[in-house]
């Protein structure tokens, strides 16, 4: 899931060298956690987070095919 999310983001910034992506297993499945770069936050968030919800959408739809419950934060 971590490529995933990293292949995204950094399509969606202007500098896609910031982009940090970390993933770490917890009880209640995988927790995603993307980084920008400050002057890209908006990019990733999207008009009233229309963008970050897209993102979760594909990454919560390819953890189902994979029987894993993912969950992304965006810092």
């Known amino acids: 899931m971590k490529e ?3 292949t995204i983001a950094r399509a969606l ?3 896609p060298d910031g982009v940090v992506v970390t993933e770490e297993q917890n009880s209640k499945g995988v927790l995603v956690t993307l980084k920008v770069a ?3 936050i908006g990019k990733v968030i999207g008009k009233q987070g229309r ?3 897209a ?3 594909v ?3 390819a953890g189902i095919r994979k029987n894993i419950h993912v969950m ?3 810092e």
Request: aromatic share 0%; charged share 30%; no cysteine.
């Open 59 to 61: 990454v919560k739809a």
């Open 13 to 15: 910034v202007d500098s």
């Open 4 to 6: 995933l999310v990293e």
């Open 72 to 74: 992304v934060d965006i």
């Open 38 to 40: 400050p002057q890209d």
């Open 51 to 53: 963008v970050a919800n």
């Open 55 to 57: 993102i979760r959408s």
